[in-house]
């Protein structure tokens, strides 16, 4: 279990914590993918040091019973560890917490080595940049503030533009519900559960060039952590990937192009269609008790 010092909770689950539900619809659509647009239902439950995702991809197969098949993830930071399971199948997977501090730590300590050795790659990668669109929209109750967030980039494609130095864009809209509201504790959990895999540690010690060249991360990964910087919980959010300088004449399909010449290359659109501060049970936090747990290999 990790240490008090590591957790914010000391001895139990500070009183200010809330129980809390939000259900998000998802609509992603990126080039090249087939099928190209898919829908998810995501529904996060958060109950002190204890967190549930459960995913549900619209028109996917669905199990025996005739329900949507899901994926599951609990996270529970007072037991270190985190469950996966899918619906449908008679096993879960346990994967200790301490997996994932250990190895962000060791990122974490390579990225701070490499630039007391002067062998970090220079940061060439502007700095998001974050417009607060002075307006304010209302959503389940919620008074959320619009953020825009904006990651320019360049690079070259060898297939598409070979000979052309082409400019990229990462563009993310977000309606923010403000500290104190009812999604409060989705954000502090989340935060916990940075300090918990030693996340927060990882994302703070790269510079944008190093984040991006990680394994599994990518320059997303750099517009997120100024996203996770931002004060509020998002409840609603448009992303776009935007491709500048690609040859009007180039055959891509059926793609969107702005009037500004830019080609869209991926959307996602999240929405919270629901919220409730009503007590969830701890049970919703554990694995069924019939399924077993996945055999390990010796």
């Not at 019973?65 to 008679?90: C, K, L, M, N, W």
């Amino acid at each position: 279990m990790l240490a008090a010092a590591l957790l914010s909770y000391g001895s139990g689950v500070p009183p200010a914590c809330a129980d809390v539900l939000v259900r998000m619809r998802e609509t992603s659509w990126s080039l090249g993918r087939n099928p190209p647009q898919v829908e998810t239902l995501v529904e996060t439950s958060v109950k002190g040091a204890m967190r549930r995702i459960e995913s549900a991809v619209i028109g996917a197969a669905a199990d025996s019973a005739g329900r949507p098949a899901t994926s599951v993830q609990i996270d529970r930071i007072d037991r270190d560890s985190s469950y996966f399971y899918r619906s449908g199948e008679p096993q879960f997977l346990p994967v200790a917490i301490a997996i994932a501090r250990a190895t962000n730590r060791r990122g974490a300590s390579e990225f701070l080595d490499a630039k007391a050795r002067g062998m970090a790659p220079r940061d060439t990668i502007p700095a998001v940049r974050t417009l607060d669109l002075g307006t304010t929209r209302t959503i389940l109750g919620e008074t959320c503030r619009g953020v825009v967030l904006e990651l320019v980039f360049s690079y070259r494609d060898s297939a598409l533009a070979p000979q052309e130095q082409l400019t990229g864009a990462l563009v993310d809209t977000l309606w923010l519900a403000p500290s104190g509201s009812g999604v409060s504790d989705l954000k502090r959990f989340e935060q916990d559960f940075a300090r918990a895999t030693a996340a927060d540690s990882f994302l703070a010690a790269a510079n944008a060039v190093q984040l991006s060249q990680a394994k599994g991360q990518g320059l997303v990964s750099v517009l997120q952590r100024a996203v996770r910087s931002l004060p509020g919980y998002p409840l609603e959010s448009s992303f776009v990937n935007l491709l500048h300088g690609l040859p009007k004449g180039l055959n891509m399909g059926d793609v969107e192009r702005r009037p500004d010449g830019a080609v869209v290359v991926q959307r996602t659109w999240r929405r919270a269609i629901a919220l409730s501060n009503a007590p969830i049970p701890e049970e919703r936090f554990t694995v069924p008790p019939e399924l077993k747990e996945v055999a390990r290999r010796p």
